[in-house]
């Protein structure tokens, strides 16, 4: 999986070890993903992500990861119409649905049709509970909706170690 490293030289020393990386191997398709990430989250160049993203893909066509990671980019450019797109190609790469209904449900709530958003949570919250994606966009349903019980709930079911008498455990 991408590797964070901040610790390591700061967010700049981050790129500067993942171009090193690339150099010794590559054929690395995460250390491009780490450097597509780096410029969507930390720098904002969302041009260089997509580059970035667009390697990952040519270098594992078959990894359901990457063309999600790319959806997403497009999501925060304000295309969903292409994010849907690289959605479904992650989608049907996947064995699982696990992170196409994640990323469904942040394109859903990016249209305003928070019902299909919750739908597509649902199903990966039934899938994985402590993937902590789905866990927050129905608890925030629940709580806008005044439901309390019902966000406790979930977190009965995702987190039980934060809910008991005991100190929970972190």
């Given at each position: 999986?991408?590797?964070c490293?901040?610790?390591?030289?700061g967010?700049g020393?981050?790129v500067?070890?993942?171009?090193?990386?690339?150099?010794?191997?590559?054929?690395?398709?995460?250390?491009?993903?780490?450097?597509?990430?780096?410029?969507?989250?930390?720098s904002?160049?969302l041009?260089?992500s997509?580059?970035?993203?667009?390697?990952?893909?040519?270098?594992?066509?078959?990894n359901?990861d990457?063309?999600?990671?790319?959806?997403?980019?497009f999501?925060?450019?304000?295309d969903?119409?292409?994010?849907?797109y690289w959605f479904?190609?992650?989608?049907?790469?996947?064995?699982?649905?696990?992170?196409?209904?994640?990323?469904?449900?942040?394109?859903?709530?990016?249209?305003?049709?928070?019902?299909?958003?919750?739908?597509?949570a649902?199903k990966?919250?039934?899938?994985?509970?402590?993937?902590?994606a789905?866990?927050m966009?129905?608890r925030?349903?629940?709580?806008?909706?005044?439901?309390?019980a019902?966000?406790?709930?979930?977190?009965?079911?995702a987190?039980p170690?934060?809910?008991?008498?005991?100190?929970?455990?972190?």
């Open positions: 999986g991408g590797v490293l901040v610790c390591w030289g967010l020393g981050a500067a070890w993942f171009s090193e990386a690339a150099a010794v191997n590559p054929g690395l398709a995460w250390v491009n993903v780490s450097v597509g990430n780096h410029y969507q989250w930390s904002g160049q041009d260089k997509a580059v970035s993203f667009a390697n990952a893909i040519s270098l594992d066509p078959g359901p990457f063309p999600a990671f790319l959806g997403s980019l999501l925060d450019l304000g969903p119409g292409k994010a849907e479904e190609r992650a989608r049907k790469l996947s064995s699982g649905r696990l992170n196409f209904n994640i990323q469904m449900s942040f394109l859903h709530l990016r249209r305003g049709d928070e019902s299909a958003a919750v739908e597509h649902r990966a919250f039934a899938e994985s509970p402590n993937h902590p789905p866990l966009l129905l925030n349903h629940e709580l806008s909706s005044g439901r309390y019902e966000a406790r709930a979930l977190y009965e079911k987190r170690e934060l809910l008991g008498n005991a100190d929970p455990k972190v």
